[in-house]
């Protein structure tokens, strides 16, 4: 069995944000070499994600809204977190959101559905953070 690790790096420029990075995990398998195997995706900071969805605008709109009536930025002071950080909002929308992605591999490539993509969420940008990509396989 062969294994492949990478951590890629985002620093995203505002608060929150949805990347499509399924190119960059396709690009680590191909780098990896593994040609049947499993590849997993999570956020290495705990106000990040990493999922599965559509790649489509009105959708990310949709969960920026549904994220903001469960756990609205403001007022900062609504939570115990805050003091030290204003973050607390982005800590339960990456909990709702999720940490990681396991996906298949077959024939070298990401085994998806039709629609199905893998995005980074971004819930306090403006630094940099990593994603952990560990592919095992043959
Ligand atoms: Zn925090």
Not at 25 to 42: A, P, T, W
Not at 95 to 100: K, L, N, P, S, V
Not at 110 to 138: A, C, N, S, T
């Amino acid at each position: 069995m062969k294994s492949f690790r990478k951590e890629l790096t985002f620093t995203v420029p505002s608060r929150r944000a949805y990347i499509n990075i399924t190119g960059q995990v396709q690009k680590c398998i191909d780098e990896s070499g593994i040609k049947e195997g499993m590849v997993l995706v999570n956020a290495m900071h705990i106000t990040a994600s990493v999922f599965v969805n559509d790649d489509e605008s009105g959708l990310h709109q949709d969960f920026e809204k549904w994220l903001e009536q469960l756990a609205p930025e403001k007022p900062y002071s609504q939570y115990k977190h805050n003091g030290y950080e204003d973050n607390a909002d982005a800590h339960m929308k990456r909990q709702i959101m999720g940490r990681e992605v396991v996906a298949a591999i077959t024939s070298g490539k990401l085994d998806f559905g039709p629609w199905e993509q893998i995005f980074y969420g971004e819930f306090d940008g403006k630094r940099p953070k990593r994603v952990l990509v560990k592919i095992i396989g043959e």
